[in-house]
């Protein structure tokens, strides 16, 4: 049976699109069948962080308006086979979603992929709620300061009320995994962020992983690497525990320190 | 002492607190105390200063916690559910056989069980030596029969000899006034309302908002910063309160709001708030009740 999962947070920034490449590119890694899409219609990037940007011809809103079939929007990534990338359209908006074209192309999907992962963009209007309404599962990104971790209980509040699990009678409800991202172990023992049990406190959800604040994210993003594809990190390492706890396997959480610059690599100054 | 009110008034100002002074011990304390106040009543008392030097008798509003909690019981509401035995005819020997063998059938179902006897529909039928016998006959098949309900003033007064008590029947206790004349108010009042009180299991969400109408509103979970509260009646929190509560909103002056860890962006009892700015520090992240004192809204920590 195939999952559907939002990677949703409320607040923009958060990472979710760098979560949602990380965590589909990290489940194909393990052999499940595994298809990302894009709901960030006119603020398209999952395909830059995916690195597929130049290979885009049909959309999600194409498939949506029936302007092409979904075999010719999916694209299967070159580095894993598993791996399929559903981008969305630049020059469209939020509109183009309608809830039936949404279902009639996740409905398609779940015949093909064990996990769908949906990228949800910021906020909480329409399309954060269709990214969100078919959800088996949810990812809350959070970062550990007072307004990501409100809009993220925000989310919950929608997730439990604006979903088909909790419109439709008899279903479980959506089941939310809080990912901390962009954890600082230096600035939270300064007291600058949240630590995880504040976090954790005001959501009360269980937590997927901490990943830590790592210059790694940024420079595979900007390479069009999903982090767990590129060279090994924490913040790589932490997202693949992750995945593992995603997939129902027992993995001890740690909390990484951030990755600073060893001697060595200071007196090469690699560069990214 | 159990607990050690911090009651606030409208400025934020601590009140004079009864059972702490000198490090004196609750008890010596209470014995300071010239009058002595049921719960729930909450008047001006005079009080002595717990300042030993200070022979000044001062007159200070005192909140009624402080001086309950020394006592040595508690009276608490109990509800429990009995078996009621519905006679619909005389209480013969043919009646007690048939009781017999259900009695027999379902032997734990009975054992010990708290039974009424319902009399409602009995008639004059049954006069007050059968009900002795009756009352005889399941005592001493172990069923703890107690009280019974409805009857005539004679089989009352017959039940009141074999030690049993009469209950008023929930329903139509109004019709029945003049029948319960003798009856506790408070008794009779009850199961006549309706409760209307809404609970919530779940953690309250940033920008949810709940409501009970009419009744009072009990959380189980946390309240989200940003998330609202709303209740005729009172509101209990059992986690943190980050977000609005607003109880009484329909004017009851008696309504209180009760939280585990109190660190609300407001609060408000018939109308009367107070913000997060406006709260003593030292009620944050407390368990608190927040209650109307005439017209000043006071949030005082437990334990």
Redesign the interface.
């Known amino acids: 049976m195939s999952k559907i999962i939002v990677v949703t947070s409320g607040k923009g920034g958060v990472g979710k699109t760098t979560t949602s490449a990380a965590i589909s590119a990290g489940l194909a890694k393990r052999g499940q069948k595994t298809v990302v899409i894009d709901f960030d219609v006119g603020l398209r990037n999952l395909d830059l962080i995916m690195g597929c940007e130049r290979r885009v011809v049909f959309d999600f809103i194409n498939v949506i308006q029936g302007d092409a079939k979904l075999k010719q929007a999916l694209i299967k990534d070159k580095r894993l086979e598993n791996l399929a990338v559903l981008p969305t359209s630049q020059t469209r908006d939020k509109d183009a979603l309608t809830r039936e074209g949404v279902e009639k192309v996740l409905n398609e999907l779940r015949e093909e992929f064990d996990y769908i992962i949906c990228d949800s963009p910021a906020g909480i209007e329409k399309g954060a709620q269709l990214a969100m309404y078919f959800a088996d599962e949810a990812i809350v990104v959070t970062n550990p300061e007072v307004s990501s971790v409100?809009?993220s209980?925000?989310v919950?509040?929608?997730l439990?009320?604006r979903t088909r699990r909790a419109e439709q009678a008899g279903m479980e409800p959506v089941k939310a995994h809080a990912l901390l991202t962009r954890y600082d172990t230096a600035r939270v023992a300064r007291g600058e962020m949240l630590t995880v049990e504040d976090v954790l406190?005001?959501l009360?959800i269980p937590l997927l992983g901490i990943i830590p604040e790592s210059p790694a994210v940024l420079r595979a993003s900007n390479v069009g690497t999903p982090i767990v594809l590129d060279e090994p990190s924490k913040a790589g390492t932490a997202y693949e525990e992750a995945v593992a706890r995603l997939m129902g396997e027992q993995v001890e959480l740690r909390i990484a320190t951030n990755e600073r610059p060893g001697l060595f690599q200071r007196l090469f100054k690699r560069s990214a | 002492m159990l607990l050690s009110p911090c009651s606030l008034n409208e400025a934020g100002e601590s009140l004079p607190n009864v059972a702490s002074g000198n490090g004196r011990d609750g008890p010596r304390d209470r014995c300071r105390i010239g009058k002595l106040q049921y719960p729930g009543a909450r008047r001006r008392l005079r009080v002595k200063s717990s300042e030993s030097s200070s022979p000044g008798v001062t007159d200070q509003k005192i909140t009624s916690r402080s001086v309950t909690t020394v006592r040595p019981y508690q009276l608490r509401g109990r509800f429990l559910t009995a078996i009621a035995l519905r006679l619909e005819g005389a209480a013969d020997r043919r009646m007690l056989a048939e009781l017999d063998s259900q009695l027999r059938q379902t032997p734990q179902f009975f054992a010990d069980a708290p039974l009424v006897i319902d009399l409602e529909h009995a008639g004059a039928e049954v006069v007050p030596e059968d009900l002795a016998t009756l009352v005889e006959h399941l005592r001493y098949r172990q069923v703890s029969v107690f009280a019974i309900q409805g009857g005539s003033r004679e089989q009352k007064a017959a039940a009141a000899t074999l030690g049993l008590i009469s209950i008023p029947v929930g329903g139509d206790t109004a019709a029945k006034a003049t029948d319960l004349k003798d009856a506790p108010a408070a008794v009779a009042a009850q199961g006549s309302t309706v409760p209307a009180n809404r609970l919530i299991t779940t953690p309250v969400r940033s920008g949810q908002t709940i409501m009970a109408e009419k009744g009072d509103l009990t959380v189980v979970g946390s309240v989200g910063s940003g998330a609202e509260l709303i209740a005729a009646g009172s509101i209990h929190v059992y986690g943190q309160l980050r977000g609005r509560a607003s109880a009484g909103v329909f004017g009851d002056e008696t309504a209180r709001i009760f939280c585990q860890n109190l660190d609300a962006e407001l609060l408000s009892i018939a109308g009367l708030y107070r913000t997060s700015e406006s709260l003593d520090s030292g009620a944050r992240k407390r368990s608190v009740q927040v209650f109307l004192q005439g017209d000043r809204l006071c949030v005082e920590a437990f334990g």
């Open positions: 409100r809009d209980d925000r919950l509040g929608l439990n009320s406190e005001i009360a």
